[in-house]
């Protein structure tokens, strides 16, 4: 498969998750900002939304997928099949994830609203950084899961 089509396929399967976990983070940041003036708490929280809300979209969708494959394969979805949804999520993005919600994302959506003077736009920035830093490990492993066990 070309590198163009291998993107486009990340794209479809990233970029509506990314985008409302993003809106989501950032208005929970915002809120936790405005409320408590605890930035620490606000990167935290913040990044905690941004994961619950991500993987929450990736997960309906793929469990979605593999109901309608099971579908036309005349096959019943039961919780084995789940399970291997559930785990192909746990290959593709655990290192990504415990990296990100350990260090990454908390770092970089604390320290970029300090240096840019403004919460908000940093807290956008810092979280895009973060984004481009979880997705290298996570396009890899999504590429061995569907080398290996697809």
């Known amino acids: 498969?070309?590198?163009?089509?291998?993107?486009?396929?990340?794209?479809?399967?990233?970029?509506?998750?990314?985008?409302?976990?993003?809106?989501?983070?950032?208005?929970?940041?915002?809120?936790?900002?405005?409320?408590?003036?605890?930035?620490?708490?606000?990167?935290?929280?913040g990044s905690a939304v941004a994961s619950i809300s991500?993987?929450?979209?990736?997960?309906?969708?793929?469990?979605?997928?593999?109901?309608?494959?099971?579908?036309?394969?005349?096959?019943k979805y039961k919780i084995k099949s789940f399970l291997i949804d559930f785990r192909n999520l746990i290959i593709e993005f655990g290192p990504a994830e415990i990296?990100?919600?350990?260090?990454?994302?908390?770092?970089?959506?604390?320290?970029?609203?300090?240096?840019?003077?403004?919460f908000l736009l940093g807290t956008f920035i810092g979280k895009m950084i973060a984004d481009v830093i979880f997705f290298i490990p996570a396009i890899l492993m999504y590429e061995l899961r569907k080398k290996h066990l697809d």
């Open 1 to 45: 498969m070309k590198v163009k089509q291998k993107i486009i396929i990340w794209v479809k399967r990233y970029l509506l998750a990314d985008i409302l976990s993003t809106v989501l983070s950032l208005a929970t940041a915002w809120l936790i900002m405005e409320s408590t003036e605890d930035r620490v708490l606000a990167a935290f929280v």
């Open 54 to 75: 991500f993987y929450g979209i990736i997960a309906i969708a793929d469990v979605r997928k593999s109901i309608k494959l099971h579908k036309s394969e005349n096959r």
């Open 99 to 118: 990296l990100d919600v350990l260090a990454v994302r908390p770092f970089f959506m604390y320290l970029i609203p300090k240096v840019t003077g403004d």
